[in-house]
T-cell receptor
Framework: DAGVIQSPRHEVTEMGQEVTLRCKPISGHDYLFWYRQTMMRGLELLIYFNNNVPIDDSGMPEDRFSAKMPNASFSTLKIQPSEPRDSAVYFC??????????????FGQGTRLTVV | AQSVAQPEDQVNVAEGNPLTVKCTYSVSGNPYLFWYVQYPNRGLQFLLKYITGDNLVKGSYGFEAEFNKSQTSFHLKKPSALVSDSALYFCAAVHTGGFKTIFGAGTRLFVKA
């Protein structure tokens, strides 16, 4: 298995533009998580899905952020409009089906977003 | 509020010496505890976890961690550090009531040759 795949690896965009980050979880993994990593705030959980349904989006910073999971193999995190303070590394992670909450997460390599 | 604390931003150790990276947690109930490692420009990789049972947990790359319930700690250890162990280490806790993982701020380990 190729692991969790994120694209793009790097994204540079201008303030005000729409940004879409993509994630393909490992096949058979029912849970998908979006995290944001910054020097100031560390690793923050933004939202997570179970069976394509958003379960907890309390970490989404504001309405400019939205996430979808149209099917079991694809999720997007969208920022519209983007702002310089959104600059961070965004990680996607997934957890295997039926393994329970004591199972470790599998992380993608991240998307480094820079908003100028 | 529930939290995971890693009191040291950076740990420096000489190659061949033992290393300890500290973690304490404030999570209700009996959380599941994890250690992850992050190398530059990579995602987090799982090292080990404590679910129940023996307080000493062994994981990947020779790492182990000691769970102490009374001190609510889960310190990461390795008997003999390698230069290649230099990386960012995260402690994490999962509340048994859900899947929400609480991460510590991370500790950067620097192993000097």
């Amino acid at each position: 298995d190729a692991g969790v795949i994120q694209s793009p690896r790097h994204e540079v965009t201008e303030m005000g533009q729409e940004v879409t980050l993509r994630c393909k979880p490992i096949s058979g993994h029912d849970y998908l998580f979006w995290y944001r990593q910054t020097m100031m705030r560390g690793l923050e959980l933004l939202i997570y899905f179970n069976n394509n349904v958003p379960i907890d989006d309390s970490g989404m910073p504001e309405d400019r952020f939205s996430a979808k999971m149209p099917n079991a193999s694809f999720s997007t995190l969208k920022i519209q409009p983007s702002e310089p303070r959104d600059s961070a590394v965004y990680f996607c992670a997934s957890i295997p089906r039926d393994r329970g909450m004591n199972t470790e997460a599998f992380f993608g390599q991240g998307t480094r977003l820079t908003v100028v | 509020a529930q939290s995971v604390a890693q009191p040291e931003d950076q740990v420096n150790v000489a190659e061949g010496n033992p290393l300890t990276v500290k973690c304490t947690y404030s999570v209700s109930g009996n959380p599941y505890l994890f250690w992850y490692v992050q190398y530059p420009n990579r995602g987090l990789q799982f090292l080990l976890k404590y679910i129940t049972g023996d307080n000493l947990v062994k994981g990947s790359y020779g790492f182990e961690a000691e769970f102490n319930k009374s001190q609510t700690s889960f310190h990461l250890k390795k008997p003999s550090a390698l230069v290649s162990d230099s990386a960012l280490y995260f402690c994490a806790a999962v509340h048994t009531g859900g899947f929400k993982t609480i991460f510590g701020a991370g500790t950067r380990l620097f192993v000097k040759a």
